[in-house]
């Protein structure tokens, strides 16, 4: 089906669309102007992005209380879908014109409470240590590697990587599991006036949602590869999430909460290089020199002993960097 014959068939044929800046992946969004409602025409070209799992995760996150944008119609086969507007007031903006800092984490960390709190949804894809030892694998072991040292990565630097994932959150394997967002930080989140509670926090990119460590939302929160965020409220926001998620541990959380940052620092300093090259997104290298520190002090703790080890015997201090910043 066509844009125009679906904008069309679900009474938006008089709208006018208006493109969005694009994001990390391949999908785009239009908003639509003149609707019978506030609305975005997401497109996801067949083949490199799908509809239904966006579909999926929203109505689910909405059946929660959670305000992820509804969906008024998909066409699955032809990667079309109309989502609800949340309007503009990303946490992005509004951190950029002043607003509270502590009262937009707090909103976001009870958000993500509420969410695991809640039972994993059966039908969710893991997103364990093997999945996330390829996921880390196929930007610094595939892009970054190959960059930083002029040749493939080899079979026994593969496989030593992924030993020292599968050490690294082996201790961890024994705890709730909870549906992950895996990317919920600042660009993702907007404040949402008039609802109250956590439905004020508004969600968006949340289609690659998998089964995994609760802490792997709240390291992406907070140890943000896109802006500083002081380690006062750092703490602050982890003692709110273990109180309002019930922990009974928050030691153990921590430990945790290192292990998912490193792991999760590896993969996305990496990505930067892997969008720079193969994208031609070379903004995002802006953000490589931040990610990269917060790999180097989330290997200081104890909980990352071993994926600490195997930097230490493969990759040498100085390279531990975007390659392309010797380039700039």
């Given at each position: 089906m066509s844009v125009a014959a679906f904008l069309a068939a679900h009474g938006?044929?008089?709208?006018t669309p208006r493109p969005l800046p694009g994001d990390a992946s391949f999908r785009r969004y239009e908003r639509l102007l003149g609707?019978?409602?506030?609305?975005?025409?997401?497109?996801?070209?067949?083949?490199?992005?799908a509809i239904a799992p966006f579909v999926r995760v929203a109505r689910h996150l909405r059946a929660l209380g959670l305000s992820a944008p509804d969906v008024i119609a998909a066409d699955e086969?032809?990667?079309?879908?109309?989502?609800?507007?949340?309007?503009?007031?990303?946490?992005?903006?509004?951190?950029?014109?002043?607003?509270?800092?502590?009262?937009?984490?707090?909103?976001?960390?009870?958000?993500?409470?509420?969410?695991?709190r809640a039972p994993a949804p059966p039908w969710a894809p893991p997103w364990g240590s093997d999945e996330m030892a390829d996921a880390a694998a196929a930007t610094l072991l595939a892009w970054w590697w190959p960059a930083a040292f002029g040749a493939p990565a080899g079979e026994g630097v593969g496989r030593g990587f992924r030993d020292a994932v599968r050490d690294m959150l082996a201790p961890f394997a024994g705890d709730a599991r909870v549906l992950a967002l895996r990317d919920f930080h600042v660009?993702?989140?907007?404040?949402?006036?008039?609802?109250?509670?956590?439905?004020?926090?508004?969600?968006?990119?949340?289609q690659?949602?998998?089964?995994?460590?609760?802490?792997?939302?709240?390291?992406?929160?907070?140890?943000?590869?896109?802006?500083?965020?002081?380690?006062?409220?750092?703490?602050?926001m982890r003692r709110r999430y273990a109180a309002a998620a019930g922990v009974a541990d928050p030691a153990r959380i921590e430990?945790?909460?290192?292990?998912?940052?490193?792991?999760?620092?590896?993969?996305v300093a990496a990505l930067w290089t892997r969008l720079a090259r193969r994208d031609g997104k070379r903004h995002y290298l802006a953000h490589a020199p931040r990610t990269w520190g917060l790999l180097a002090r989330a290997l200081?703790?104890?909980?990352?002993?071993?994926?600490?080890?195997w930097f230490d015997a493969h990759v040498p201090r100085p390279l531990r960097r975007a390659p392309e910043e010797s380039a700039a």
């Open positions: 938006f044929g008089a709208a609707g019978a409602r506030p609305a975005l025409l997401m497109i996801c070209p067949p083949g490199r992005e086969a032809s990667g079309l879908a109309l989502v609800e507007d949340l309007g503009e007031a990303t946490y992005t903006a509004l951190l950029a014109a002043g607003e509270d800092e502590a009262a937009l984490y707090a909103l976001a960390v009870d958000a993500l409470a509420l969410l695991h660009d993702n989140l907007l404040r949402l006036p008039g609802r109250e509670g956590a439905a004020a926090c508004g969600l968006l990119d949340f690659d949602a998998a089964i995994g460590h609760p802490a792997y939302d709240l390291a992406s929160l907070l140890e943000d590869a896109r802006r500083d965020v002081p380690e006062a409220l750092r703490q602050e430990a945790a909460l290192a292990a998912h940052a490193a792991l999760r620092h590896a993969r200081e703790h104890p909980a990352t002993a071993p994926l600490a080890a």
